[in-house]
């Protein structure tokens, strides 16, 4: 089922604009110059609800506050316009994301689209839909590695899809300011952990991930890594752990893992699917010391959904956190502030997203500040020569409209009856620590 949800914040109500004949869905939506209408196509539902719900929330939270300093100044319009969005609920399918990015453009006449962060293959139909109709969308979608395949997999590269976000290995190019530094690629974040682990466990790794571009980019990638710094990952080479999304019963793999003393557990999957197989684990006695579950434990909603104590010592990738400093959001908002609109909402610890989703929303503005205008060309030429300050650090696209974010390590740790996502290791000055690596695991 499709559900449609519109959060109005220039106006009370978001009306649909009804289609009008011989008039692009573009040159329409310029047309009312009273507005820049914004989609938002997001899974709410379904097993990337978490990516949703925070990115949907942060991207809210943006144009409040722009909205609240009267809007973005268009050059061309001669005064500041608000921002209206609408959202749709892509339920976590990449068939009806296309379809709805559709809707948003023909039907809801948005001028763009934006997004937190999401698995690739929810973005690539996306990106497809604003090649076709030439509308920009600003989302994070990462890995680079596997993005990067999907981009230059089709006849032209897209190039009104602009992604901030992170890469497995591939370093910044010379002449880019992340060029040497570490801390922008998720193996920067795991080389501190894994050596940190190295000389307290037998250094025998499992390897699970969900056979889909995600999954499949990550273990492809990851797997060779750690090999090389003197890790036995459990049958490799015949892709052991790299498991269809329909799989249900993860006995098989647990018991193999179990049987080789395999003490630290890698993966990266939904959620719910990781969570499926974690609570089989359990069950089957297997109890690595450390669990590192990049994605599945990104969202509080997935970790808790995986019941009881689950997910306590699970660690994970750190993008965004309420501790980053010198990380301006708009009229004043701070990392801290932001998170504390989101605790207040949803009395739940902090969703990586919300940062991600804000700063999809600073880089728009910016964009079309500089641009003076709401046209795509012109807003594109702007986004190349980005070079912004947002609340998840600075913002520099390449020339594949890719900006690497800052990547830390994280883990969740149960505090009597409160969740905390840790920063336990981090290459940033502007991301200090919170607490050391909890280990063994519970």
């Not at 890698?266 to 959620?271: I, V």
């Not at 801290?336 to 605790?343: C, D, G, K, P, Y």
Request: proline fraction near 6%; aromatic fraction near 10%.
């Amino acid at each position: 089922m499709k559900r449609h949800f519109s959060f109005s914040l220039a106006m009370a109500v978001v009306c649909a604009l009804a289609l009008v004949a011989g008039i692009s869905p573009l040159q329409q939506a310029e047309g009312a110059g009273d507005k820049i209408k914004v989609g938002v196509c997001t899974g709410l539902t379904g097993p990337h609800a978490g990516f949703g719900e925070g990115g949907a929330f942060g991207i809210q939270a943006a144009v409040e506050d722009i909205n609240k300093l009267g809007g973005v100044s268009v050059k061309e319009s001669g005064r500041k316009l608000p921002i209206e969005l609408v959202v749709l609920d892509n339920e976590g399918d990449p068939t009806k994301a296309g379809t709805l990015a559709q809707d948003l453009i023909l039907r809801d006449k948005v001028q763009f689209i934006v997004n937190g962060m999401d698995p690739p293959h929810m973005r690539a139909p996306i990106a497809g839909v604003c090649e076709r109709y030439k509308v920009v969308q600003i989302s994070g979608c990462g890995p680079y590695e596997a993005w990067m395949g999907m981009r230059k997999s089709v006849e032209k590269p897209w190039q009104y899809t602009w992604t901030p976000s992170f890469a497995i290995a591939t370093p910044a190019k010379p002449g880019d300011f992340r060029h040497g530094k570490l801390g922008y690629s998720m193996m920067d974040s795991w080389t501190g952990a894994l050596d940190e682990l190295a000389q307290k466990t037998n250094k025998k790794c499992a390897a699970f991930a969900s056979d889909e571009p995600d999954g499949r980019g990550w273990y492809l990638a990851f797997s060779p890594v750690i090999a090389k710094k003197g890790w036995d990952v459990y049958r490799v080479k015949d892709e052991f752990g790299l498991v269809p999304m329909e799989t249900t019963d993860f006995s098989s793999l647990i018991k193999a893992w179990k049987d080789n003393n395999c003490e630290v557990l890698w993966a990266n999957a939904p959620g719910p699917f990781f969570g499926a197989m974690w609570r089989q684990a359990k069950r089957m006695g297997y109890k690595p010391k450390m669990v590192y579950a990049t994605r599945a434990a990104l969202f509080f909603s997935d970790v808790n959904a995986w019941g009881g104590d689950l997910g306590n010592g699970i660690s994970n990738e750190m993008f965004w956190n309420p501790a980053f400093k010198g990380c301006p959001g708009i009229g004043g908002t701070t990392p801290q502030a932001l998170f504390e609109r989101w605790n207040k909402k949803t009395s739940q610890p902090v969703n990586q997203n919300i940062g991600l989703g804000y700063q999809a929303i600073q880089i728009l503005i910016d964009a079309i500040e500089r641009a003076g205008s709401l046209e795509a060309e012109k807003i594109n030429a702007a986004l190349r020569k980005t070079d912004l300050m947002t609340i998840y650090h600075r913002v520099v696209f390449d020339e594949d409209n890719f900006s690497r974010d800052p990547v830390s390590f994280g883990q969740w740790v149960k505090k009597g009856n409160t969740w905390v996502n840790e920063v336990v290791i981090s290459n940033h000055d502007f991301l200090p620590k919170t607490a050391d690596l909890l280990f063994p695991i519970p």
